[in-house]
């Protein structure tokens, strides 16, 4: 055996002993400790990660890995994703956990899991966070650095919609996202919880250029 195909091997063994662990933590720290419970947890670790693992080591990282490492970053990450994406619902919607237990399906899952698979069809959008260092502010650094990173994202990675939100009292980010071409689209009560109180927020948005021509 050679010893690349070894060391996959070997990595595979350490994948699947991590996903049954996960699997059984999992479903303990959900409070379901029947033996039942605790074999569908083991049995869809175990599935998850063989299915995952191979299809890593074996195939991306195999007969794919020129034509994924000729995509940019982006679009590389978006067909990992939609691979992992198709094996995960691909897993959970089968309910092949309580299949192979032998135990009644749920059907209350579905609904969520076709809720997953639409949404992750028809986005391609990222929240952008941004800060700078106390000393830097005022300089203008923020701005070129944020223009720059909107400008590659919508360019090179071609990205549809880029949001950022902030504190209304925040009024140096509303300049710095209103200078570069961000737009208001309304306004979040109890948005996001910073320093354990939840905070309103302003919601604004960008969307590439390039998706706008003729509208
Ligand atoms: C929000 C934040 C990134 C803004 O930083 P900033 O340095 O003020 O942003 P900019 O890079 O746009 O700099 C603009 C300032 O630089 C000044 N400036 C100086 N030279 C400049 C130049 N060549 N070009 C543009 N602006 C210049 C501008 O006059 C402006 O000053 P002013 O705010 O006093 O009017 C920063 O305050 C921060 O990190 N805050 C904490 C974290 C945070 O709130 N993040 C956002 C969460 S939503």
């Known amino acids: 055996m050679n010893a690349r195909l070894e060391r996959k091997l070997r990595f595979l ?4 002993v991590a996903g049954t662990v996960a699997g059984l933590v999992l479903n303990l720290a959900q409070g379901r400790t029947s033996y039942s419970s605790m074999f569908v947890g083991i049995t869809y670790g175990l599935l998850m990660c063989v299915a995952i693992g191979c299809t890593e080591l074996f195939i991306l990282d195999g007969p794919m890995q020129g034509w994924l490492g000729r995509l940019s970053f982006t679009k590389n990450l978006m067909v990992r994703s939609a691979i ?3 094996i995960i619902v ?3 919607s089968s309910q092949s956990g309580e299949v192979i237990a032998g135990l009644p399906r749920e059907t209350s899952g579905q609904d969520f899991w076709h809720g997953f698979i639409l949404s992750a069809g028809i ?4 929240n952008l966070g941004f800060s700078i260092a106390r ?3 005022g ?6 650095a944020l223009i720059a990173a909107t400008n590659f994202m ?3 990675e071609g990205l549809h919609r880029i949001m950022a939100n902030f504190r209304p009292e925040n009024i140096r980010s509303e300049r710095l996202l209103t200078s570069i071409g961000f737009r208001r689209e309304g306004f979040a009560r109890s948005y996001l919880q910073i320093n354990g109180r939840w905070a309103d927020h302003v919601l604004t948005s960008m969307i590439n ?3 706008l021509d003729g509208l």
């Not at 300089?139 to 070129?144: A, V, Y």
């Open 13 to 16: 063994a350490i994948i699947m």
């Open 84 to 86: 992992y994406a198709v």
């Open 90 to 92: 691909a897993v959970q």
């Open 123 to 126: 986005a391609v959008l990222m």
């Open 135 to 137: 000393r830097f502010e």
């Open 139 to 144: 300089k203008g650094l923020m701005r070129e």
């Open 154 to 156: 919508f360019e090179r």
């Open 209 to 211: 250029p390039a998706d």
